[in-house]
């Protein structure tokens, strides 16, 4: 069996849960802090942290699904010449690498660690991967263009 992000009641209990602990911390860390912002200035904090957490947290989990079911497969197929483009059927062909022939991503070494058997893709593994690269280069990249703003301000 394979790991499925979107699940049912079980899932979405653990979500609740996670969510309510992370919002007792910020409410304890606010109870903590010296010297105390106005209740107005924390608010704003919060809500844009939280805005932005859960906009990677859905956009990850709605990309991890899709490409794991094979929604977006279709764009990363690749001719067996090895060729991208248009097929004869109107669908576009491009960016995958298949093996040995293969047109699928699923069978590209890259995804190897994310994909088991064909029908069998990790969506948690696949998570985990964007979760990653989101909070290592994607950080990092955050932190050059605010350098960079500073430089020009």
């Given at each position: 069996?394979s790991?499925?992000?979107?699940?049912?009641?079980?899932?979405?209990?653990?979500q609740?849960?996670l969510?309510?602990?992370s919002?007792?911390?910020?409410?304890?860390k606010r109870?903590?802090e010296n010297?105390?912002?106005t209740?107005?200035?924390?608010?704003?904090?919060t809500c844009k942290q939280g805005?932005?957490?859960?906009?990677i947290?859905f956009?990850?989990?709605?990309?991890?699904?899709l490409?794991?079911?094979?929604?977006?497969?279709?764009?990363?197929r690749v001719h067996?010449g090895g060729?991208a483009?248009?097929?004869?059927d109107?669908?576009?062909?491009g960016l995958?690498?298949?093996v040995?022939?293969?047109?699928?991503?699923y069978s590209s070494?890259?995804?190897?660690p994310v994909a088991?058997?064909?029908?069998?893709?990790?969506e948690?593994?696949l998570?985990?991967v964007?979760f990653?690269?989101?909070?290592?280069f994607?950080?990092?990249?955050?932190s050059?263009?605010?350098?960079?703003t500073?430089?020009k301000a």
């Amino acid at each position: 069996s394979s790991c499925r992000l979107i699940g049912g009641y079980f899932a979405s209990l653990i979500q609740l849960l996670l969510f309510i602990l992370s919002f007792s911390a910020l409410l304890i860390k606010r109870h903590l802090e010296n010297p105390k912002r106005t209740f107005t200035v924390w608010a704003l904090d919060t809500c844009k942290q939280g805005v932005s957490a859960n906009l990677i947290h859905f956009w990850n989990i709605l990309a991890s699904v899709l490409v794991t079911r094979g929604t977006l497969a279709g764009i990363f197929r690749v001719h067996s010449g090895g060729k991208a483009g248009i097929d004869d059927d109107g669908s576009f062909e491009g960016l995958g690498a298949g093996v040995g022939g293969s047109s699928s991503i699923y069978s590209s070494s890259t995804l190897a660690p994310v994909a088991g058997k064909q029908g069998e893709e990790d969506e948690c593994a696949l998570y985990m991967v964007t979760f990653f690269l989101d909070t290592t280069f994607g950080v990092y990249l955050c932190s050059l263009f605010l350098d960079y703003t500073v430089r020009k301000a």
